[in-house]
């Protein structure tokens, strides 16, 4: 796979890149990193990137000419003006290329839309900065606008940093282990024929869940020796060799976490019999 970076803070990438699991894809050949600065793209001898909202308003705004030569130059002629121009009835972007757009504006970044991304033969991420980009950015050109969360950064290079490296991990060859990416937060989607539901007798009947319906939970807590830190010891069952009580005090665990921290991802889903059971052990 391929990543193309764009940015007017190329320099900001050498230490994400350099790094663990980036930098041994990279070593490999699992993937290829090109940072590219906008300000090549410029035609004028300040090399100007931005400018003043049209309306009025405070700060200033990523203008659309160098980000769409930017793209066209990486791409081909036509590969950014053919999203401009698809009123005309041209083309899009290649199928295995993503133009992503880093925005505060844009839509949640997720675990699904990592494992989406990772099917990508290539992908090109535009570091957004100051007040915004030209909104033709996001409709004409980016195959995607996405938010890494509900907050706002100086500038899109840490997000895009993120995406790669999210992307990056789910690729074949990637990971040491290739169930590590299996077996942690936001892993997989579960899904299940019960739909449970909390009744008022406090019993959880069950109903036909809706096809496609699924879950994700967040990772179990984990343990490493010492067996005792400071008085505190390892739950005894991880001790216990029996594999199997060991797997459903783990799935007890995810739930547990997943109920405290982030009770959204539970509710309304499809839970399997087990989880049901297990969660309203919880309850």
Not at 38 to 64: A, C, I, Q, S, Y
């Amino acid at each position: 796979m391929r990543f193309d970076l764009i940015t007017i803070f190329p320099d900001f990438f050498e230490g994400p890149l350099g790094h663990g699991i980036i930098r041994r894809a990279r070593e490999s050949g699992l993937i290829e990193t090109h940072v590219h600065d906008l300000r090549e793209w410029t035609h004028d001898r300040h090399r100007t990137v931005d400018d003043r909202p049209f309306g009025g308003g405070e700060g200033m705004v990523l203008k659309p000419e160098p980000l769409f030569e930017a793209v066209e130059a990486l791409l081909g002629a036509d590969a950014g003006r053919a999203h401009f121009d698809s009123a005309q009835g041209r083309q899009g972007p290649a199928p295995t290329t993503a133009i992503v757009l880093l925005s505060a504006s844009g839509k949640l970044f997720r675990q699904d839309t990592a494992r989406r991304l990772a099917a990508f033969d290539r992908i090109v991420l535009l570091c957004g900065r100051y007040e915004g980009v030209d909104e033709r950015v996001a409709e004409h050109l980016s195959t995607d606008e996405l938010s890494i969360g509900d907050f706002v950064l100086s500038g899109g290079e840490l997000p895009a940093a993120l995406v790669l490296d999210a992307v990056t991990r789910l690729l074949p060859g990637a990971l040491g282990n290739e169930d590590s990416s299996m077996n942690e937060s936001f892993s997989a989607e579960v899904s299940s024929p019960p739909l449970q539901q909390q009744g008022s007798s406090g019993q959880i009947p069950t109903t036909p869940a809706p096809e496609g319906a699924g879950y994700t939970l967040l990772d179990c807590p984990h343990y490493t020796r010492p067996a005792e830190f400071r008085g505190r010891a390892v739950p005894e069952i991880l001790l216990s060799g029996n594999h199997e009580e060991i797997r459903l005090w783990r799935r007890k665990m995810a739930l547990a976490k997943t109920l405290r921290n982030r009770p959204e991802l539970l509710a309304g889903a499809a839970l399997s019999e087990e989880d049901a059971g297990l969660l309203a052990d919880l309850r």
